[in-house]
């Protein structure tokens, strides 16, 4: 089957009716191939030959063409922003792309996203588009990156976890003619990298798997500091109870299962009773790592701030009022036994459980009857 086509954006007489096969031809509902100041159409080109190598596609030499509803009814194939988000991401596109090329592709999702009357020109959300380039000349989310900024810890350098505006790309949109784009990003989302948007944008969401081997001494370390500066408030830290500290064993569990060992001198030392059966005691490499030669410890201070976080010094009752099922409960500490399965009148099946209380390191006491 053959398409006809009047394409202006041809180079030849616009006026010339050019005739395609369906499988030579792809329409283009992004328009970003009539882009050429930030588009290489023949990487564009290249990554859908790529895409399409296991059918039958034939690409013109200038496949592109406006999306049409008619030609979609007779097969001809479709270039999406789905599709063009997952250029974005290939090594394919991304080995011809400059930083040059990015700063144009700044500029043009500025003009057709920076006000309400153009904002759902493009008929995506600008949120959804990587089109922001990282240290690492790889194009990101808004959500998921930051401008360089004063920190502690990551610097933006290529070994940085964390991701961070190309550094020719923020000198660039920090020159006045570019004030304007600057603030549009800043709407949108992107933030300095200070300690504490970092906590509240990443750290916060990602608590119950934020924390790595690698990163668990630094991550404290941060924190500790906001802390001791009053930058981070009680709701902040209450907010990481699930995020995993190291134990003196160096295995890795929430905050709020944790118990001070006692270097930390807690108001009751279990350590060394339980030591051998329990790797629940919070490491003292987070105080060691923290200070200096011949400073003073403050172990108040650092009990105070872990105890925000949930780590516990003394034995009390634990009250679980969200909803756990069996196998959360289990992973606490409750025995099976406590665990039924079917409610008391044998009727109903249970699979979660709310308001249950446990003391801590309760399994190692002689006797667990109560009356």
Same mark, same amino acid.
């Given at each position: 089957?053959?398409?006809?086509?009047?394409?202006?954006?041809?180079?030849?007489?616009?006026?010339?009716?050019?005739?395609?096969?369906?499988?030579?031809?792809?329409?283009?509902?992004?328009?970003?191939?009539?882009?050429?100041?930030?588009?290489?159409?023949?990487?564009?080109?290249?990554?859908?030959?790529?895409?399409?190598?296991?059918?039958?596609?034939?690409?013109?030499?200038?496949?592109?063409?406006?999306?049409?509803?008619?030609?979609?009814?007779?097969?001809?194939?479709?270039?999406?922003?789905?599709?063009?988000?997952?250029?974005?991401?290939?090594?394919?596109?991304?080995?011809?792309?400059?930083?040059?090329?990015?700063?144009?592709?700044?500029?043009?999702?500025?003009?057709?996203?920076?006000?309400?009357?153009?904002?759902?020109?493009?008929?995506?959300?600008?949120?959804?588009?990587?089109?922001?380039?990282?240290?690492?000349?790889?194009?990101?989310?808004?959500?998921?990156?930051?401008?360089?900024?004063?920190?502690?810890?990551?610097?933006?350098?290529?070994?940085?976890?964390?991701?961070?505006?190309?550094?020719?790309?923020?000198?660039?949109?920090?020159?006045?003619?570019?004030?304007?784009?600057?603030?549009?990003?800043?709407?949108?989302?992107?933030?300095?990298?200070?300690?504490?948007?970092?906590?509240?944008?990443?750290?916060?969401?990602?608590?119950?798997?934020?924390?790595?081997?690698?990163?668990?001494?630094?991550?404290?370390?941060?924190?500790?500091?906001?802390?001791?500066?009053?930058?981070?408030?009680?709701?902040?830290?209450?907010?990481?109870?699930?995020?995993?500290?190291?134990?003196?064993?160096?295995?890795?569990?929430?905050?709020?299962?944790?118990?001070?060992?006692?270097?930390?001198?807690?108001?009751?030392?279990?350590?060394?009773?339980? $030591?051998?059966?329990?790797?629940?005691?919070?490491?003292?490499?987070?105080?060691?790592?923290?200070?200096? $030669?011949?400073?003073?410890?403050?172990?108040?201070?650092?009990?105070?701030?872990?105890?925000?976080?949930?780590?516990?010094?003394?034995?009390?009752?634990?009250?679980?009022?969200?909803?756990?099922?069996?196998?959360?409960?289990?992973?606490?500490?409750?025995?099976?036994?406590?665990?039924?399965?079917?409610?008391?009148?044998? $009727?109903?099946?249970?699979?979660?459980?709310?308001?249950?209380?446990?003391?801590?390191?309760?399994?190692?006491?002689?006797?667990?009857?109560?009356?």
């Amino acid at each position: 089957m053959f398409v006809f086509l009047n394409n202006s954006s041809l180079t030849i007489d616009k006026n010339l009716i050019i005739q395609f096969k369906v499988n030579e031809v792809i329409m283009d509902s992004t328009s970003l191939s009539e882009q050429p100041s930030f588009i290489d159409k023949d990487s564009m080109r290249q990554y859908v030959i790529d895409y399409y190598k296991k059918s039958h596609f034939q690409c013109a030499e200038d496949p592109f063409i406006d999306y049409n509803l008619n030609l979609s009814r007779v097969g001809v194939r479709h270039f999406t922003w789905n599709d063009c988000i997952e250029m974005f991401k290939s090594n394919q596109f991304l080995k011809t792309y400059s930083i040059e090329q990015n700063k144009r592709m700044i500029e043009y999702f500025h003009s057709k996203c920076s006000d309400l009357v153009t904002a759902n020109e493009i008929g995506i959300p600008i949120e959804q588009i990587p089109f922001l380039m990282d240290q690492n000349n790889r194009l990101q989310l808004i959500k998921d990156i930051y401008f360089p900024g004063e920190t502690i810890g990551d610097s933006g350098t290529i070994e940085s976890d964390d991701l961070f505006v190309n550094n020719i790309i923020f000198n660039w949109l920090n020159e006045n003619t570019q004030k304007e784009i600057k603030q549009w990003l800043q709407k949108l989302g992107v933030i300095e990298r200070t300690d504490l948007t970092y906590l509240h944008k990443t750290i916060i969401p990602n608590a119950s798997n934020y924390v790595t081997s690698k990163n668990a001494i630094p991550t404290i370390k941060i924190l500790f500091t906001l802390f001791q500066k009053n930058s981070i408030t009680k709701k902040d830290l209450d907010q990481l109870k699930k995020l995993r500290l190291l134990t003196t064993r160096e295995t890795l569990i929430e905050a709020e299962r944790c118990y001070f060992c006692d270097q930390y001198k807690p108001s009751l030392l279990l350590e060394e009773y339980l $030591k051998t059966k329990e790797d629940r005691f919070l490491s003292f490499d987070y105080v060691n790592s923290h200070i200096s $030669k011949g400073e003073k410890v403050d172990l108040l201070e650092w009990r105070r701030f872990f105890i925000m976080m949930g780590v516990q010094e003394e034995l009390h009752p634990i009250v679980f009022n969200r909803k756990l099922t069996s196998y959360e409960a289990a992973g606490y500490g409750f025995c099976d036994e406590y665990l039924s399965t079917t409610s008391p009148n044998r $009727k109903h099946t249970v699979d979660a459980f709310s308001g249950l209380t446990m003391i801590t390191f309760l399994e190692h006491t002689k006797s667990k009857n109560f009356y």
